[in-house]
Structure formats: structure tokens, C-alpha cells
């Protein structure tokens, strides 16, 4: 009996172990293309016109949702600008999808100027983010997309310089 017993334990170890490969080689392994749904959206800009993602299919991506009245996102502004003036050149684009209302945004705007496009997603955001892998809804939330329009990451939270050192290295 002692030895069936072993076996069977090993088994069961055997196929969880499996389970578990299998599931982490899914997790890295799943399509991060997102559906044309999601490139086809458009939002109004703070200034004025609008912003469609769609126009930044082609070239590296890196969408990053905020709000006027998150102390993280506040912070890594000036950090996804600086990697904007300094990544532009070889391809890369900025875009900041606010989730917040517009007037906060343009008085945010207007003593804190960016150099890469701004939209308004309003509260409707949130859910957008939900769908990109964002579950608990959090902010600051960034999406890295290849030039392809695949996510190469997911950054829920405060993103640092070697953060957006990684992502360059992504593509």
C-alpha cells in the first residue's frame, strides 16, 4: 500500500506541477493584441479636437492613465515627459488618457505643461483601464504597446526612469 501511495502523491504532485508550468507559460505566453475596438476609440483633448488612438498604431506606445488628484500621477508626469522629448526620435509616443474631468485637467495642464498628447477619459477610464489588466482599477496605470499594437507590459502604480529604461528595451 505504501508504494501505490507513492504514486499516486507523485501523480498528483506531477500534475500540479504541470498545472502550474502550463499556467505561467499561458501567462507569458497569451495574445496581448488588443482588438480593433480598442485602437478605433476616441477621446476629446483638453484643448480642443480630439485624440484617436488609432493614429498611433505603427510605432511603440506607451498609454498611461492618470488623474489630477493622484499624488503618484502627478509625479511621474514630468518623468513621461522627459521620456517623450528624449524617446521621440527613435519612434516612441507618449499619451496620457486623464481620468478625470476637464476642467481639473486644464488647470492641471496649464501650470504643469506636457509635451506629449493628453485625452479626456473621464470616469469611463476606469473601466478601459479594467479591460487592458488593470482589475483593481488603481492609478497611475501605463500599457506599453509595440509598434504592432501588442502589450509588451503593464505597470500598475509610480513608474520610475528605470522603469522606462525597461520599456525601450521591450521593443
Not at 73 to 81: A, F, G, H, K
Not at 105 to 120: C, E, K, M, Y
Request: hydrophobic residues 45%; aromatic residues 10%; positive net charge.
Amino acid at each position: 500500500m505504501t508504494g501505490r501511495r507513492t504514486w499516486l502523491l507523485a501523480g498528483v504532485g506531477g500534475a500540479a506541477v504541470l498545472a502550474g508550468v502550463g499556467g505561467a507559460l499561458w501567462r507569458e505566453t497569451r495574445n496581448d493584441e488588443v482588438d480593433a475596438t480598442f485602437w478605433a476609440q476616441r477621446f476629446s483633448r483638453p484643448e480642443g479636437g480630439e485624440l484617436e488612438l488609432s493614429a498611433y498604431l505603427g510605432r511603440p506606445l506607451v498609454l498611461n492613465f492618470w488623474a489630477t488628484w493622484c499624488p503618484p500621477c502627478v509625479r511621474e508626469m514630468p518623468l513621461l515627459d522627459r521620456f517623450q522629448r528624449e524617446h521621440a526620435a527613435s519612434g516612441w509616443q507618449v499619451v496620457g488618457l486623464a481620468v478625470d474631468g476637464p476642467t481639473p485637467v486644464r488647470a492641471f495642464l496649464q501650470r504643469n505643461p506636457v509635451s506629449f498628447p493628453i485625452g479626456l477619459a473621464g470616469l469611463a477610464g476606469t473601466q478601459l483601464t479594467r479591460s487592458l489588466g488593470n482589475h483593481s482599477g488603481g492609478l497611475p496605470f501605463t500599457v506599453v504597446f509595440d509598434a504592432h499594437g501588442r502589450v509588451r507590459e503593464r505597470h500598475l502604480g509610480e513608474a520610475t526612469m528605470d522603469d522606462m529604461r525597461r520599456w525601450v528595451a521591450l521593443s
